[in-house]
Each structure stands twice: as C-alpha cells, then as structure tokens.
C-alpha cells in the first residue's frame, strides 16, 4: 500500500531541506513524495533537487493559490493513500507514515488523522502547543472544528468521489473540504491518539488577527455552502478550548 505525500512550496528555501529530510527518513512505508511549486523565485527547487532525491514528482508553475496546488498534487498521485506535509512541517518520528500504512490496511478506513505539535522557528525543539483533534466530531463542524489537516491522511479514491479543494478559499479550503466530506453517511475514519506532525508557526492560517478574521469568515462560508447551521457565536467559542491547548501540550 503505498503513501502519496504532497507538499506545496512557495518561495520556501528556508525551510523545505527540513521536510525533504522529514519524509525521505519515514522507515518501512512505500511513499511517494511530490513536490507542487508555485515558481518559486527563490532557491526552493534547487533545494528540493539538492535534498529531494526520493522526489518522484516535481512541477514548478504559476498556480492559483495553495489549494489549486494540492489539486495538482492529487491528480498526480498514484498511492492508495494521500497526505499533506506542509514546507515548514515535519513528522513527529521516522514510523508516522508506517503506522498509517499499517491502520489502512488493517481495517476499511477512508480517513485516519490525529494531533499536530506546533514550535517556533527558533527554537524547533520545543513544541508549545497541541492541536488535538480528539474533540472533533462531524456534528461540531457547525461550531468551527476540524481535524489537523497536516495530520489527516485519505484514501485516494475519496477525492475521486468527494471532489478536490475549492481553489476560491485562501485560507479554509482544507476546512470546506472536512465540511462537504464528512456529511457522508458512510465515511470510515479514525483519530489516531498521537502527535503525528510538528507544525512550525507563522504559516498562512497563523499570521495574526487578520488571518484569524479571514479564516473565520471563510469557515462561515464553507458551512453555509454545504447547508450546514452556524453563527458566528458557535464559531469564536471554540478558541477557549483552543487556549487549553497551550496549558496542556
């Protein structure tokens, strides 16, 4: 069974050495590792090519935001399994992707996800906060939760059925995706109760109020698409619970 792990870049020479080393390094699993650039001017792809050599895939072209990109990426997936791994990301430990080869196929899952740690960027070994998506339930997506997206890992054949992300979001595409899929009666999945990737911040979805603004807005959005109730009293009272996590990480 094989994994297709896709990361999308963005003028990332900083930080993708980091990730390519992050994936090449996974022992006992069978991945494919594709790399979606979005013309990058500076040195991500001479890093990816410097420090890729486990890369099957690798396009460098003008996109229409991060979502078009990880569409990309789907379509040129050939493993039986997708997942995410951003250019500033890495995996918790060297057996994450074989731990989820093994849950897939050990049981009928079409989902497996689980917790994301996030660290500062200058001090990557100390980790101050824990997504837990052990409170996510698809009933409370009304109220603005989802799983970690880094850390969710689907069955390819899901998108086929399901459709790709909507490149109109530029923050909560991952969310409006959770949002339509998870209304399916018959999806199978499971939450894994571990930290399976370290998230550095200051990403796209954590710059600031101005980015949680937006965010918000477009989690309304995705709801009222998919004829899901919500308000935006059921979406801000999630963020005392969000706070809990920096106390218990």
Known sequence: MKISIITVTYNSAATIADTLHSVASQSDAEIEHIVI???SKDDTVAQVHRHGGHVQTLVSEPDHGIYDAMNKGIAAA????????????RYAHPNVLATIQQMFGDAALDIVFGDVAFFHPAHPDQLIRRYRSDRFRPGLIGWGWMPAHPSMFVRRTLFADTGGFK?????????EWVARTFQR????YHYLPEVLVHMQTGGVSTRGWRSTLLLNREVMQACRENNIPTNWFKILSKYPFKLLEYVRP
């Open 185 to 188: 009666p018959d999806l199978r």
């Open 37 to 39: 650039d979005g013309a």
């Open 167 to 175: 490149k109109n979001y530029r923050i909560a595409g991952d969310f």
């Open 78 to 89: 050939t493993g039986d399994i997708v997942g995410f791994l951003n250019a500033d990301d």
